[in-house]
């Protein structure tokens, strides 16, 4: 079920990021919490494409960063198929699945049976996929579908908009920019795991508290651990 109240809470949240200025990375991360509340899933994740290769940005939380991150490792998954097709690419029931056959049994390892790839485009051109994850088997309801496009419409906006708040800067420089981001953000969690015996999405989770907390950007959060400023 979709939730219309949270929907309207995340285009007004839009609104004003847009008027304020952002950075790509940045809401991606609170897009991808924000998806997971207005379309009652269990989780969510963004890849963005870069030479024609997607890459992991951002998560909802530390057991998606897992499921994306092999994704991104094996190259297969409906994120792929989104990015690469350019359609919307919906698993009801993962365990009757035969499309992803490296993606698909380490999804269901991690809990994950319900799955959606729902692509990025803007200016005519890919730019990433959006992913939705459910617990459990669940047809995905042409609303939720509808709403997920919608969603991902406005990722895209993001990061077409980058380009006219700093007009030197291209889409591209943008994109790279994100994925800076990440690589920061990796260099966090490995100071967290290395210091506190931590596997690596528990130092995650540790990281996107600390940000919470502190009300600051996970890329800020994450500079500082890395800087040694912060030990969270």
Same mark, same amino acid.
């Given at each position: 079920?979709?939730?219309?109240?949270?929907?309207?809470?995340?285009?007004?949240?839009?609104?004003?990021?847009?008027?304020?200025?952002?950075?790509?990375?940045?809401?991606?991360?609170?897009l991808t919490d924000q998806v997971v509340a207005a379309?009652?899933?269990?989780?969510?994740?963004?890849?963005?494409?870069?030479?024609?290769?997607?890459?992991?940005? =951002?998560?909802?939380?530390?057991?998606?960063?897992?499921?994306?991150? !092999?994704?991104?490792?094996?190259?297969?998954?409906?994120?792929?198929?989104?990015?690469?097709?350019?359609?919307?690419?919906? =698993?009801?029931?993962?365990?009757?699945?035969?499309?992803?056959?490296?993606?698909?049994?380490?999804?269901?390892? /991690?809990?994950?049976?319900?799955?959606?790839?729902?692509?990025?485009?803007?200016?005519?051109?890919?730019?990433?996929?959006?992913?939705?994850?459910?617990?459990?088997? /669940?047809?995905?309801?042409?609303d939720r579908v509808e709403a997920a496009g919608v969603?991902?419409?406005?990722?895209?906006?993001?990061?077409?908009?980058?380009?006219?708040?700093?007009?030197?800067?291209?889409?591209?420089?943008?994109?790279? !920019?994100?994925?800076? =981001?990440?690589?920061?953000?990796?260099?966090?969690?490995?100071?967290l795991a290395e210091r506190h015996g931590l596997d690596?999405?528990?130092?995650?989770?540790?990281?996107?508290?600390?940000?919470?907390?502190?009300?600051?950007?996970? !890329?800020?959060?994450?500079?500082?651990?890395?800087?040694? !400023?912060?030990?969270?």
């Amino acid at each position: 079920m979709v939730d219309q109240a949270e929907l309207v809470r995340v285009f007004a949240d839009y609104a004003r990021t847009l008027r304020d200025g952002y950075e790509v990375g940045d809401v991606l991360y609170r897009l991808t919490d924000q998806v997971v509340a207005a379309l009652d899933i269990d989780g969510a994740g963004v890849s963005l494409g870069e030479h024609g290769e997607l890459q992991f940005v =951002s998560a909802s939380d530390a057991q998606v960063v897992r499921i994306e991150d !092999h994704q991104t490792e094996v190259g297969d998954g409906p994120c792929h198929e989104a990015y690469a097709s350019g359609d919307v690419v919906t =698993s009801a029931d993962l365990t009757a699945e035969t499309r992803w056959p490296r993606f698909t049994p380490v999804a269901l390892q /991690q809990g994950w049976c319900a799955v959606a790839g729902v692509p990025l485009y803007a200016a005519g051109r890919p730019l990433g996929a959006l992913d939705l994850y459910r617990r459990g088997p /669940q047809e995905w309801p042409a609303d939720r579908v509808e709403a997920a496009g919608v969603l991902a419409d406005m990722a895209a906006s993001y990061i077409l908009n980058a380009q006219t708040i700093v007009e030197r800067d291209t889409v591209r420089e943008q994109l790279q !920019h994100a994925l800076d =981001s990440r690589v920061v953000i990796e260099q966090a969690k490995g100071k967290l795991a290395e210091r506190h015996g931590l596997d690596a999405a528990t130092a995650f989770e540790r990281l996107r508290g600390a940000a919470r907390s502190r009300r600051e950007r996970i !890329h800020d959060a994450a500079r500082a651990v890395v800087n040694g !400023h912060l030990d969270c």
